[in-house]
Structure formats: structure tokens, C-alpha cells
């Protein structure tokens, strides 16, 4: 790294390299791990590519994951070994509530642009309001349990001898 520039941390590179990605591919969905290490390696952002940008794709930027320990919301994994920006309205594990996006003062000058578009795009409402999403999907599940069941004659059946 140059004296003079942002010295930038690997979560934030590792939003980079995501981010150019969908720049560059937007009629992409998501890219793999592998990809994603190899895009900040090209873009060289720290001198080196340091270790911490893999593990960042994989577990401490993914907000559907439980933190491990990184509490970071920028990335999704759309699979096992897939990721994409996170989208507004994403469910995102209820422990995570670290940020969404680089400061834009932490960030070499020449990236802002492009995390501004990553605003646009994306959206900047808090995806974690909807994280409750899957707990209403369980509405309906075991209704073939209670098939033949009249509810009222169960509740008076559970009810018997009650004072």
C-alpha cells in the first residue's frame, strides 16, 4: 500500500470486489467465492491480497449466516459457495447488525461512485425489519396432524377436571 492512501479494511475490500462484479456482470445473479477472492486480487486495493478477503466472502460479510465473529451485513449467500450484495428486504440472521455499507471516508476516493451506485441499486432500507419473514412461512405446517380434529372438542377434552 502507498503511503498517502486509505488504508481499507478487508470487509470493505471484499464489498469492493463484490460490487465491481455486479458492475461488470449484471446480468449476473450471484459469483462464487473463488471468483470474488480473484476479482480483489486484480484490483489489488491493500498491495497484497491478504487471507482475510476469502473468509470474509465466505462467513464474516454474510448477513444470512449466524456471526462467527464478524456481525457484517454486506454480502448474501445465495448458496454454499455463492454470494451477492445484500438486496433491502433480504432476511439477515437476527445477531447480525454490523454495516451494510463502506464508509465512504474509509474508501479510496476512485471506489465511491461505485458505492453510491451499490446505494442506488440495492436500496439503503434496513434489511434486518424483515428478518421475521420465515417465521410467518411456517403458517400451515403440521395441518395434516390435526386433519379430523374439531379444535373445540379438543381444547373442552384438554379442559376436563379443571377447576
Not at 36 to 43: L, M
Amino acid at each position: 500500500m502507498t503511503s498517502g492512501e486509505t488504508e481499507i479494511k478487508v470487509a470493505d475490500e471484499t464489498f469492493i470486489a463484490v460490487a465491481l462484479l455486479h458492475w461488470e456482470h449484471p446480468e449476473r445473479a450471484d459469483f462464487t467465492i473463488g471468483e470474488i477472492v480473484e476479482r480483489a486480487r486484480e484490483e489489488n486495493l491493500y498491495g497484497v491480497l491478504r487471507p482475510g478477503v476469502r473468509v470474509h466472502a465466505t462467513l464474516h460479510c454474510v448477513a444470512n449466516r449466524a456471526p462467527n465473529p464478524g456481525r457484517y451485513r454486506m454480502l448474501y449467500a445465495t448458496g454454499e459457495h455463492t454470494r451477492r450484495l445484500l438486496h433491502a428486504g433480504d432476511p439477515v440472521h437476527p445477531d447480525r447488525t454490523g454495516k451494510i455499507w463502506p464508509d465512504l471516508e474509509n474508501v479510496p476516493e476512485r471506489y465511491r461512485d461505485l458505492i453510491q451506485w451499490t446505494k442506488r441499486q440495492y436500496a439503503e432500507t434496513p434489511p434486518n425489519e424483515r428478518w421475521l419473514d420465515s417465521v410467518f412461512q411456517l403458517i400451515g405446517l403440521g395441518r395434516e396432524v390435526w386433519r379430523g380434529e374439531d379444535p373445540d372438542e379438543y381444547v373442552r377434552k384438554l379442559r376436563e377436571g379443571w377447576e
